[in-house]
């Protein structure tokens, strides 16, 4: 029985519950009076639940649709403004005891050369990535509790926030760990973690057992309330995603909001996050061979339909879609992207690109630099802005303030300065000539005469040397 509050997987993701949303949507398809009634409701930017989100998804009104995609461009800005946030990933270990079919990191692939770092080299790591610029990562490991249990995890995590080179510094750490337990999930809040993400891939149990046929996570229950034990462990801020492509899309859809639905009802706060992978091609995996791939058209819908849905929750993309793919969907509502991605063990320390132990092909390879100019060039703020998790405003702080549409006048000013330090500290003479005439236009826009002044003074103090200035 569907029960959004229950702790048990199968009630708050209910596949039954599932289905009858699916029914719904495709009766209502071509609705017109139920449509407009769910975009009104949506314009008082408070959400939409599963089964209104999917009548939106599956609406096939070409000019509902052009309402949906405007409007998940409208919150976009008013939520989050003009800035997106950049990182980057760090693959830790590739060793992995799971089977999962769809990637290249399964216990079977024996064509994969396995790696773990040691702490010396996750130093070269992340002084290769500071020295990009980058200051905020995901760290990524595959399952493995011999080669890479949670005290290896713990290590690196310690070694990463230690490393301070030149003007450099990483500042916040999220990490993309296995499923785990409660006390585990504590020792990764102790650790100091920003958000603890973790891809459901799909929600539909039975093909979820079909694809990782061995290891623990075969577990569909112990893997779908892992965030809930996260969240029990003290993390507050946890990222939800599925992996595109592995079964119906308009399933996933629903199965994600009933997810955020839960954490809400059950916790009082939604995801901080959704990621928005979709199946790639990687050493022995094929996405041809999956049956359920969706295109650019489908894939920027989901992005617009997520947006109204959930308009407090942070929206990530990541480099696995081109820069074209990028470039469009972030206007419906993306908040932020990886840049300048190394999807190998150890792959920021070399200077050509590695492939043999990629856990996904890299569509956007960019440098940074380029990243950070071509955002500027589309009126974009690149931001490198760390502040909330260091400030306190996690979970249900943050959540209050993003609800009320407050959040925006940290994120603008501090974008500003997170951008000038990119400029003065990493930047081409190019990009640095885009970025300084962009932060004196968009000084402007900051309404309150006192934050105005304060990002003017530190703004100055930045080109003097100082650094890690927020609000
Ligand atoms: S998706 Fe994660 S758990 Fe599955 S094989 Fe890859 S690294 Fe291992
Ligand atoms: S102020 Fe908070 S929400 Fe805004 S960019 Fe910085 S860390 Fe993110």
New binding site residues.
């Given amino acids: 029985m569907y029960n959004p509050k229950s702790s048990k997987a199968e009630e708050f993701i209910s596949h039954e519950e599932i289905l009858a949303t699916l029914d719904y949507a495709e009766k209502n398809k071509t609705n017109t009076k139920l449509i407009d009634e769910i975009l009104e409701k949506a314009k008082l930017r408070k959400g939409l639940n599963h089964r209104e989100a999917s009548v939106l998804l599956a609406s096939e009104l070409k000019d509902k649709n052009d309402e949906i995609f405007a409007l998940a461009e409208q919150f976009k800005k008013d939520f ?1 403004g003009n ?1 997106i ?1 950049l990182f980057a990933p760090l693959y830790l270990s590739n060793y992995c005891v799971n089977g999962c079919t769809y990637c290249p990191y399964h216990a079977k692939n024996k064509a994969m050369p396995r790696k773990k770092l040691t702490q010396e080299e996750i130093k070269k790591e992340v002084i290769a990535l500071q020295n990009m610029g980058h200051k905020r990562l995901a760290i990524e490991a595959g399952e493995d509790p011999v080669n890479s249990p949670i005290e290896y995890i713990l290590d690196c995590i310690k070694t990463i926030y230690s490393i301070h080179h030149k003007n450099g510094a990483i500042r ?1 750490v999220n990490v993309n760990i296995a499923a785990t337990s409660v006390e585990n999930y504590k020792k990764l809040a102790d650790a100091g973690i920003g958000t603890y993400i973790l891809f459901q891939e799909t929600y539909n149990k039975e093909s979820y057992e079909f694809l990782h046929p061995t290891g623990p996570k075969h577990n569909y229950c112990y893997h779908t309330e892992a965030m809930d034990r996260a969240m029990e462990g003290g993390i507050d801020d946890v990222g939800l995603g599925v992996l595109f492509g592995l079964e119906s899309y308009k399933y996933e859809f629903a199965g994600l909001l009933m997810h955020a639905e839960h954490l809400e009802a059950r916790f009082g706060v939604g995801p901080h996050t959704i990621s928005f992978p979709r199946l790639k091609h990687a050493s022995d995996i094929d996405p041809n061979a999956f049956l359920h791939g969706i295109d650019d058209d489908i894939f920027a819908k989901i992005i617009a339909c997520t947006r109204i849905s959930t308009p407090y929750t ?1 929206m990530i993309i990541s480099t696995r879609e081109s820069q074209a793919c990028r470039e469009r969907v972030i206007h419906y509502g993306i ?1 932020q992207i990886s840049g300048a991605s190394r999807t190998s063990v150890g792959g920021y320390d070399h200077k050509e690109r590695e492939h043999d132990s990629e856990q996904f092909d890299v569509s956007d390879q960019r440098t940074l630099d380029e990243v950070v100019r071509w955002l500027m060039e589309m009126n974009y703020i690149p ?1 490198f ?5 260091r ?1 306190g ?1 996690t979970g249900d702080r ?1 959540m209050d303030l ?1 609800k009320k549409m407050q ?2 006048n ?2 603008h000013p ?2 500003l300065l997170t951008l000038k330090e990119f400029l003065v500290d990493y930047a081409s003479p190019e990009t640095k000539k885009v970025g300084e005439a962009l932060i004196a236009r968009e000084i402007n826009r900051i309404k309150s005469e006192k934050v105005k002044e304060l990002t003017n003074q530190y703004l100055t103090k930045i080109s003097q040397g100082e650094r890690d200035f ?2």
Wanted: hydrophobic share 35%; aromatic share 16%.
């Fill in positions: 989050y800035r946030v916040r942070g908040s931001s802005c760390t502040a909330c998790y400030a405003r943050f993003c959040i925006l940290c994120c501090n974008a927020r609000f």
